[in-house]
């Protein structure tokens, strides 16, 4: 039974990202970047900053006192720094790395720059049928109308594959290097180790696709402020991150490891419900 | 918007205070007295800085641990740590599995190189019932 929901992680782990990987390559090419920001942005954030930090820092008699001391506390800083590692990473790679540009202000005033032509544009066009119309040749020609048409561009349609697909990559990139490396391992040197584990090694595969979730919808969230331009969602992320990592806490309940799956798998569908509501809901028309 | 708002504060309120309903720490049973299961956690670790598993695997309720089990898992972490230098904070609490109390005694040891947390568990006869580093 261990053996085959060792096999089951494995598919989970591997088949989702790779699924993603020749669906990008075969019809999106163009939002292939995305997913391999995600990957960076797992690699940098965690693989190469903040678990050789961690590692340094579980070793000094402060952490292991206040591991002690105060475990409740010490969980939830450790849980906290993946937030904070994480989010700005996601931030920076979409914003920076993958070019991410929202609105130019979050004030909401574009409506009416939208719908108002420029002083300067209702000069020139006065008298026309086409005054809202202009040739690409006169948009191109005046600085007014360059500076008007980014702000038009500024309310195209946000496009939920990038956030999707950097959520995919950097979930996937996770998945491979926590639970596929080490069930593989165990597959080929261990196998009396998963078998008398049973079917509870199929607790990682079901936290593999939580975690597949709730990456994707922190992505949608960290996007949307991007496009949005407003700030506050980037420590949203990081809290929503905070949140839902400290939940292990709920062991130390004494709840089985099953029902902390199921409550993270709730939790995690949950999210994604609610950033895809909340990104669909504040759609704006181009 | 302003409901969409609301569900997430609503949201993360819930998420928010799931766990922390477990910032309580479980009491001790009667039978538990910290400082002699303290003073018997430091016995156990006594044993392994000084490499005697065998007397480490007698002292487990079981009998199912054997001494080159123990070896096997804990001399290479041992290499690493270094020399003992000396014991630091402790706590201990309750868990309860299949309906038996046992007691955690969480005590940090410095080495050399760096400091771990031993985790130690007794049942009520006083026998060893787990060990962690």
Redesign the interface.
């Known amino acids: 039974m261990g053996v085959i929901a060792a096999v089951v992680n494995v598919l989970i782990c591997v088949g989702v990202p790779l699924a993603a990987l020749v669906y990008l390559l075969a019809k999106k090419r163009s939002h292939l970047k995305y997913f391999l920001l995600g990957i960076a942005g797992f690699t940098v954030s965690q693989l190469l900053l903040r678990l050789p930090l961690l590692n340094l820092i579980q ?3 402060v ?3 206040l ?3 105060l ?2 506390l010490t969980l939830f800083l450790v849980c906290l720094s993946a937030g904070l590692f994480e989010e700005p990473a996601r931030y920076l790679f979409l914003r920076f790395a993958g070019n991410v540009t929202g609105e130019r202000s979050g004030k909401g005033d574009n409506n009416k720059t939208q719908n108002r032509p420029l002083p300067h544009q209702g000069r020139k066009n006065s008298g026309s049928r086409h005054q809202n119309k202009p040739s690409a040749q006169q948009a191109s020609s005046r600085p007014h109308r360059s500076a008007a048409s980014s702000q038009v561009a500024g309310k195209k349609e946000l496009d939920l594959k990038i956030p999707l697909f950097y959520g995919l990559g950097h979930g996937g990139i996770e998945a491979i290097a926590l639970v596929s490396i080490n069930n593989l391992f165990l597959l080929f040197t261990q196998q009396d180790v998963l078998n008398s584990a049973g079917g509870m090694v199929f607790l990682a595969g079901l936290e593999r696709i939580s975690a597949f979730m709730l990456h994707v919808a922190l992505s949608f969230v960290v996007y949307y402020g991007i496009m949005r331009a407003k700030k506050r969602y980037l420590p949203f992320a990081v ?2 991150h905070t ?2 990592n ?9 709840i089985s490891e099953l029902w902390y799956e199921c ?1 993270l798998l709730i ?1 995690s569908l ?2 994604l419900i ?1 950033s895809v ?2 990104i669909r ?2 759609k704006v028309s181009g | ?1 302003k409901r ?1 708002r609301l ?2 504060i609503v ?2 309120s819930l ?2 205070a ?6 309580g720490g479980a009491s001790l049973p009667e039978w538990a007295n910290e400082e002699e299961l303290t003073a018997g956690a430091q016995e156990v670790i006594d044993l392994v800085n000084v490499r005697q598993f065998d007397e480490v695997a007698d002292m487990f309720s079981t009998g199912t641990l054997t001494s080159d089990a123990l070896e096997a898992s804990l001399s290479d972490l041992l290499d690493s740590l270094g020399g003992f230098k000396d014991y ?4 201990c609490d309750a ?2 599995e299949n309906g038996t109390e046992f007691v955690r005694v ?3 040891s ?1 080495y050399e ?5 031993f985790t130690v568990v007794f049942d009520e006869a006083g026998a060893l019932s787990g060990l962690w580093i």
């Open positions: 070793g000094t008699i952490y292991q006192t591991g002690v001391l475990p409740t809290l929503i949140v839902f400290f939940s292990i806490v709920l062991l130390q309940l004494g409550v939790e949950i999210l609610v509501r909340l809901g504040r | 918007m969409t569900a997430l949201l993360l998420l928010l799931l766990p922390l309903l477990g910032c630091g904070a402790y706590r868990v309860t969480f005590q940090v410095n190189n760096q400091s771990v947390t």
